[in-house]
């Protein structure tokens, strides 16, 4: 499970987040290109924007889920 504290500076406020465990495997790129980005200059993916129907929660949810890594993390906000 992803781990708060180690939750990477580019994530925006909110539900969810990446650590810093990320392998920028582009996973949750692909299955929610609207709230996941990747960061260049560190290489690995953050939340550039929180969801906020059922419906982008769920597309959140499932790139959480399928993270390899676990480095998707839902602070339950």
Sequence with gaps: MADIDE????NVPGKF???SNCIDCDLCR???PDFFARDDDEGLS???KQPET???VDLCNE???G???QAIGDDGE
């Design 30 to 32: 692909e299955t929610a």
């Design 54 to 56: 059922d419906a982008e």
């Design 46 to 48: 953050y939340v550039y």
């Design 17 to 19: 987040y990446v650590d």
């Design 63 to 65: 790139a959480l889920e």
């Design 67 to 69: 993270c390899p890594v």
């Design 7 to 10: 939750k990477t500076e580019k």
